[in-house]
């Protein structure tokens, strides 16, 4: 059995190779089909995996509350209507309260120069609590972070984004430095690494991260917050948790019915849905394209098969005269068909990995192998199964002395 | 080894009836040379497929290696065939994308019988036949009489009992055809049964046993 099949397959390659031009014609429908299968499949999971990246870089299952209105894009973020009614303790309240919530970071951010001797920079100063730099996996290139201690103790202290090093303090040691906000001296003790920009548009490189109680009664003198970040459980679905957060915070600000929300709530998989949107809406089209490739490489390969099969009389002829039954001619020419759909399904793939390397090039997106590759794989043999049963089946009926005479 | 009793054997055209055969009784023992002669129409090519196990009789009895014919199926006569039986025709046959020994091999893709190391047998007897340099070319690159030597060999890979050759020598010239029919004898001498189907009396002299058919029946069989 095993030594017939390795004949066969060698038989089914020596009349490809007989037949180059044909068989060029009967695989390409099935190369069509694998290639845009796979390169549609390698590229869209290297974009999902982008995402992946930007939304765990952003910080896991976080939920942004940010008073006012505001609409978020991937081009920045739009202040509609500004509010003072979010205060320290909605914070608080939601943690306590709302359940599938288990951080809830308060901050305070607002736009303001840092000075450092001569230099001055433009940068946005964060004032928020230490657990910050844990949702939202900020490391640090040098330093420390700033402890719940010196937040309580208003103490002045900042972890500075690293273009705010970079542009201050080049190649100077940062760390016990002062720098000046709201001209107040305030020691650097720690710088984040790069990072870039953030969905929002907001450069994280260019902030400046300080003790939120230091900003709010030291500095700006303020009793309401920007915003908090917010942490959901794993397993509860972001959708969810944003109506249910959305009621909580509309009770505790008391708003009636007919009134607006003074706040809005997005997270990162808002922004980027449209682009998820847009991947689904190629992969139906994919989809529906290598459909017809597979039928019309089906239709090719039917018609090479039959063709094949009338010209082969003699050699079946002469098989069957040296003891091959019905069901090895069968077996014969299904494994050629097969053979014939598998090459297009190889060099499909071959050109399906070329188009995602030169894609993954220019677009920066990871390589990672499509579920794809297999799936068509099997495809391609079944469609070469069913279009060389029939051709096979007229194959046997050719009995030895009517076509070797 | 092959007994036939009274066999007959006829086509129908539309409602007509056309006997070919017309009560053939025969037996061919183990290790005879055999030339069935007739004239193109006598029979002789539908009592070869008979014998061969490529055609079934209309009527009468056949006993192959004392195995009754009748009723078998197409898959148990395509077993014995490849068992028991080397055929040899007259356009040879080779399939024209393999190479010598390829073709040679063919009868034990479909074989039950463990032939030990296949390829070296086939090799020993392309040798044998004279064909040590040609066992990687194709058939297009070889003469007649040595594509007629390939197909020997092929007939014989098997171990076959009985070789049964329809007009082998028909496309070859005389002197090659006359090399084929020597290698027939000598292949005779070494134990094997051989029939040979021909219409040529030029061949009659290299068999042992000479049977003529004429019109459907046997009109002369004489041995030596």
């Known amino acids: 059995m095993i030594y017939s099949l390795k004949f066969y397959f060698k038989i089914a390659l020596q009349n490809l190779l007989i037949h180059k031009a044909r068989m060029t014609l009967a695989i390409l429908g099935i190369l069509f089909a694998v290639m845009s299968l796979v390169a549609f499949g390698n590229i869209s999971n290297g974009m999902k995996k982008k995402i992946d990246d930007e939304i765990n870089r952003f910080g896991k299952n976080l939920i942004i509350l940010r008073s006012g209105l505001v609409f978020a894009s991937r081009g920045g973020t739009k202040q509609f209507s500004e509010s003072k009614s979010l205060k320290l303790e909605d914070a608080k309240k939601i943690r306590e309260l709302l359940p599938g919530i288990q951080e809830s970071v308060p901050f305070f951010d607002i736009t303001y120069p840092a000075r450092y001797q001569e230099k001055t920079v433009t940068v946005s100063i964060v004032g928020t609590s230490d657990s910050i730099f ?18 309580q103790k208003t103490e002045k202290k900042a972890v500075v984004g690293y273009k705010v090093f970079d542009n201050l ?40 991260y300080i003790p939120l109680n230091t ?20 397993g509860i679905p972001l959708s969810q948790m944003k109506i249910s957060l ?23 998989e808002d922004v980027v849905r449209t682009q998820e949107e847009g991947i689904r809406l190629v992969s139906i089209l994919t989809v529906i394209a290598s459909t017809v490739s597979f039928l019309i490489g089906g239709l090719g390969i039917f018609a090479i098969m039959l063709l094949s099969i009338s010209e082969r009389k003699m050699e079946i002829g002469i098989r069957r005269v040296v003891g091959s039954k019905k069901r090895d001619i069968i077996f014969q020419f299904l494994t050629e068909s097969v053979v014939v759909a598998l090459i297009g399904g190889f060099c499909g793939i071959c050109i399906g990995f070329i188009i995602t390397m030169i894609v ?42 009517e076509v070797l005479q | 080894m092959i007994i036939l009793k009274n066999i007959k054997k006829s086509y129908f055209i539309g409602e007509r009836e056309l006997p070919i055969l017309k009560g053939i009784n025969l037996e061919i023992a183990r290790g005879e040379f055999v030339i069935l002669m007739g004239v193109s129409g006598s029979g002789k090519t539908t009592l070869m497929n008979i014998i061969g196990l490529l055609d079934k009789q209309t009527e009468g009895e056949y006993r192959f290696m004392d195995t009754p014919i009748d009723g078998l199926e197409d898959e148990t006569l395509a077993m014995m065939r490849n068992k028991h039986i080397g055929f040899v025709f007259q356009q040879f046959f080779l399939l024209p994308y393999l190479t010598a020994l390829e073709n040679v091999l063919i009868p034990i893709v479909y074989s039950q019988k463990q032939i030990k190391h296949p390829r070296e047998k086939a090799k020993q007897l392309l040798g044998k036949f004279g064909l040590a340099e040609r066992i990687h070319n194709k058939p297009s690159q070889l003469s007649g009489g040595e594509q007629q030597r390939v197909a020997i060999a092929r007939a014989l890979i098997n171990d076959p009992d009985l070789i049964l050759a329809d007009e082998p020598t028909g496309a070859l010239d005389s002197k090659t055809g006359n090399e084929i029919m020597e290698l027939f004898h000598l292949l005779n001498e070494e134990g094997r049964t051989v029939i040979v189907v021909t219409h040529d009396p030029k061949l009659a002299s290299f068999g042992k046993r000479l049977i003529r058919i004429e019109d459907g029946t046997i009109s002369e069989d004489t041995t030596d």
Do not use: C, W
């Not at chain 1, 900020?138 to 719940?148: E, K």
């Open chain 1, 134 to 151: 844990r949702i939202r996996n900020i490391n640090l290139l040098m330093g420390r972070y700033f402890s719940r201690d010196e937040d």
């Open chain 1, 169 to 208: 303090f080049e190649l100077e040691n940062p760390l016990g430095k002062y720098i000046l906000i709201y001209r107040v001296p305030t020691e650097v003790i720690g710088v984040m690494e790069e990072k870039g920009t953030d969905f929002a548009g907001q450069d994280q490189d260019l902030q400046v």
């Open chain 1, 215 to 234: 900003l709010m009664r030291r500095y700006s003198n303020v009793d309401y917050i920007k915003g908090i970040y917010l942490q959901a459980y794993d």
């Open chain 1, 246 to 268: 959305r009621n909580f915070v509309r009770t505790i600000h008391n708003l009636k019915d007919e009134q607006k929300d003074d706040f809005t709530i997005f997270t990162m």
């Open chain 1, 360 to 401: 993954n090039f220019i677009g920066g997106f990871p390589l990672v192998a499509s579920r794809n590759v297999p799936f068509s794989l099997v495809v391609s043999i079944l469609i070469g199964m069913i279009a060389g049963i029939y051709p096979a089946f007229q194959g046997t009926k050719y009995e030895p002395i």
